[in-house]
T-cell receptor, first 114, second 111 residues
Framework: DSGVTQTPKHLITATGQRVTLRCSPRSGDLSVYWYQQSLDQGLQFLIQYYNGEERAKGNILERFSAQQFPDLHSELNLSSLELGDSALYFC?????????????FGQGTRLTVV | TQLLEQSPQFLSIQEGENLTVYCNSSSVFSSLQWYRQEPGEGPVLLVTVVTGGEVKKLKRLTFQFGDARKDSSLHITAAQPGDTGLYLCAVHTGTASKLTFGTGTRLQVTL
């Protein structure tokens, strides 16, 4: 158990819909990262928050957004969903915002868009 | 073009065999990490290497960081079914601590 909790584990939704994925980081970790894992693209970094502020952005689509709340949990919002958004979405947390650190991953949310 | 290329992409071997997987790049890194991801789970950190030429051992797993800090290898001795999973190398890039992952090597060890 990494200490990172993601909900829901599975999500099936239709094209055009909007979903919210939730992540609770390890106790004490201030950094939260979101990753997308698909078969053809591998594990791709989406966005990082540190103590409520956005710190780094990857190839995150404009239809996707995220935030980190005062209690440090984070949500990833995916809107106008397309079939190609079907993937595993992972949240990870770490104690630091910069430099070498270990990332602790949740079990992921498997999103299926039909 | 991927920053970190891993090879082979897939590997299916029998219990007891030895294997090596590679992580290559044209860039120089200050450190490199190896993660293992089992089905239905997120990646878990196995090791961090920081010095060129460094060798680290974790039971039957041996990790090496290239002298020029551009590549790394993972050698597994006497593989067991419990070693089955996706092996990912990763580096921290940019000013933040975000990880960029390699393309991955999917290992299956059968009895």
């Amino acid at each position: 158990d990494s200490g990172v909790t993601q909900t829901p584990k599975h999500l099936i939704t239709a094209t055009g819909q909007r979903v919210t994925l939730r992540c609770s980081p390890r106790s004490g970790d201030l950094s939260v990262y979101w990753y997308q894992q698909s078969l053809d693209q591998g594990l791709q970094f989406l966005i990082q928050y540190y103590n409520g502020e956005e710190r780094a952005k990857g190839n995150i689509l404009e239809r996707f957004s995220a935030q980190q709340f005062p209690d440090l949990h984070s949500e990833l919002n995916l809107s106008s969903l397309e079939l190609g958004d079907s993937a595993l979405y992972f949240c990870a947390s770490s104690p630091r915002s910069t430099g070498l650190t270990e990332a602790f991953f949740g079990q992921g949310t498997r999103l299926t868009v039909v | 073009t991927q920053l970190l290329e891993q090879s082979p992409q897939f590997l299916s071997i029998q219990e007891g065999e030895n294997l090596t997987v590679y992580c290559n790049s044209s860039s120089v890194f200050s450190s490199l990490q190896w993660y293992r991801q089992e089905p239905g789970e997120g990646p878990v950190l196995l090791v961090t290497v920081v010095t060129g030429g460094e060798v680290k051992k974790l039971k039957r797993l041996t990790f090496q960081f290239g002298d020029a800090r551009k590549d790394s290898s993972l050698h597994i001795t006497a593989a067991q079914p419990g070693d089955t999973g996706l092996y990912l190398c990763a580096v921290h890039t940019g000013t933040a601590s975000k990880l960029t992952f390699g393309t991955g090597t999917r290992l299956q060890v059968t009895l």
